[in-house]
């Protein structure tokens, strides 16, 4: 049987959680689908896709005119496009949003396309607060939002805990340790 083909699209690869979340999601289902990551933004580097190379095809949008998939996954950015002529690239029969930060309480001057409230069938969130963020914004995207919280790979959590790191600690002073970027919306 032919494997369904999912692309996830990232407008901008540096290496934030976002990138590693789509990593570690991929690792799990590489094997059963046929897997693309795109992106367009010619700032991205390429430290986090190199990992992502091992289990999927990387694009650039900016080279290709268009690919053919049955899932798009749109990862939420500040720097949000416009859907109609994203869709002319990436041509899916569904379109899921991945949203991983509160879009609007960082950035309140954001506003979503009207094209993508229209043709997004699901907007995925990581958390309830991510969930509220949009209803919040968006009333009318109540019932296209779902709570799916990020895969985490408890045995890679487990194998790093047990790394031994060489770290110097002063003892007098206060010490916090924090594995995200200290933002409003981490709620550090």
């Known amino acids: 049987m032919k494997k369904k083909r999912i692309l996830f699209y990232y407008k901008l690869f540096f290496a934030g959680g976002t990138e590693h979340s789509i990593l570690k999601l991929i690792k799990k289902i590489y094997n059963q689908f046929d897997i693309y990551v795109a992106y367009d933004e010619e700032e991205t580097t390429q430290e986090v896709l190199k990992e992502i190379a091992k289990y999927a ?43 991983h930060i509160l879009l609007f309480e960082t950035f309140p001057d954001l506003e979503f396309y009207p094209d993508l409230i229209e043709n997004i069938e699901k907007f995925i969130c990581v958390s309830d607060a991510v969930k509220d963020d949009i209803v919040f914004k968006y009333p009318e995207l109540r019932k296209k939002c779902i709570v799916i919280e990020n895969y985490l790979d408890t045995n890679e959590i487990i194998s790093k805990s047990k790394e031994i790191v060489e770290l110097e600690v002063d003892s007098k002073k206060l010490n916090l340790i924090s594995i995200s970027r200290i933002a409003k919306d981490k709620r550090i």
């Open 57 to 99: 095809q990387i694009i650039n949008l900016n080279s290709i005119e268009n690919i053919t998939v049955d899932i798009c996954i749109w990862c939420s950015h500040s720097k949000q496009g416009c859907f109609t002529e994203f869709a002319k690239k990436v041509i899916a029969k569904r379109y899921y949003y991945w949203c």
